[in-house]
């Protein structure tokens, strides 16, 4: 559990005024209707706000203090809604100083990415968010990143180094829930195929875990063909390289009939599915929502997808990295898992995408 003290926002929260007339009440800075003043007040005493936690967010933007960001945006749609919860933290923290700096590699590649973080660092930032590309990075990471600069990973976790606290998925439960939608989906007759794209990175190898495990466990009668590993270190490459893989086993598997896409690159596995003419008899099943799933999935071309709500999870990491900075958060667990949504033709109308829950 994390352990979380009551910040401005909270009062803000609380009281049902902005995080500015928190800070006018506070510091008696300009004017404030009696009505604010009473609600902030009573907030201020319902959550047993301290004032001294105002004064270090003060003295941190005296410092000037800076987070940097660094991710592959590579498969730009995924990595487009993650800008959403970027921006959405930017907005929040700017009335307290805080400068956000972002940087981007356009692979998942490992020396890109030392090369993005060795330039947030030569900015002075006080803490790192980003992606890791590579299991391999966690000596790398120890060199590379100064001891005072705090650093926390975001959707692929990296074992072994000293990040602070890692925010994702459980890919490997995720992985057997998509073992037992296919099994359900496809009438307890399931001869599949993986779609691999990324398969160095941890979070991949967990899902095809998850899913072998979880045939395993429950002796689903699901017979996997082939697990396809995709090509998948630029974007270009990486949709290509799914589109034709896909017709090529279409073609080299007649029994054939579902797909399991191990991430978001399900919209362009799908694409072949419908050009083949397989729609209907072939299944696509995975990851994340891109501008077409939505198509897909009332078509039955995709019968499910897991969404991971990939904005949330940047906003939540700078937001809970920022209040650590400043010493209003201490962090108990270091592996924080986010909740994951099941996409399917029904349930799209209900489903928040690209949209979050501000904490």
């Not at 990471?141 to 650093?151: R, S």
Request: glycine share 6%; charged share 20%.
């Amino acid at each position: 559990m994390i352990k979380k003290q009551p910040t401005i926002k909270d009062v803000a929260l609380r009281s049902g005024v902005s995080i500015a007339t928190v800070d006018r009440v506070l510091h008696n800075r300009g004017k404030v209707s009696q009505k604010n003043l009473k609600a902030v007040t009573e907030a201020i005493e319902h959550l047993s706000f301290q004032p001294n936690q105002i004064a270090r967010a003060l003295s941190v933007r005296k410092n000037n203090l800076k987070i940097g960001v660094t991710y592959p945006k590579v498969e730009n749609e995924f990595w487009a809604e993650i800008d959403l919860g970027i921006t959405s933290a930017k907005n929040l923290l700017r009335p307290f100083g805080v400068e956000l700096i972002i940087d981007h590699t356009n692979r998942y590649n490992r020396n890109d990415q030392l090369k993005s973080i060795d330039n947030l660092i030569k900015q002075n930032v006080n803490g790192i968010i980003f992606t890791p590309v590579s299991d391999s990075l966690a000596d790398m990471l120890d060199q590379h990143i100064p001891e005072n600069v705090h650093f926390v990973t975001v959707i692929e976790d990296i074992v072994g180094s000293r990040r602070l606290f890692h925010i994702g998925p459980d890919d490997f439960q995720i992985g057997a829930l998509a073992a037992k939608l296919i099994y359900l989906y496809t009438e307890k007759n399931s001869k599949v195929i993986i779609l691999s794209p990324n398969a160095r990175f941890t979070g991949t190898q967990k899902r095809i875990s998850g899913f072998m495990s979880k045939i395993k466990q429950e002796q689903l009668n699901i017979d996997i063909l082939q697990i396809c590993n995709v090509p998948s270190e630029t974007e270009e490459e990486s949709y290509q390289a799914i589109y034709q893989i896909t017709l090529d086993c279409i073609r080299n598997h007649s029994s054939l009939n579902a797909i399991y896409v191990t991430n978001g690159l399900t919209q362009w596995c799908a694409d072949a599915v419908k050009d083949s003419g397989k729609s209907g008899k072939v299944s696509v099943f995975g990851h994340e929502f891109t501008s077409g799933i939505g198509e897909f999935l009332e078509s039955g071309t995709v019968a499910a997808t897991i969404y991971q709500k990939p904005a949330q999870q940047f906003y939540t990491a700078i937001c809970m990295l920022y209040e650590f900075l400043i010493g209003d958060r201490t962090i108990a667990e270091s592996n924080i898992v986010t909740e994951c949504s099941i996409l399917i033709k029904e349930s799209l109308p209900f489903i928040k995408i690209g949209g979050m829950d501000l904490l």
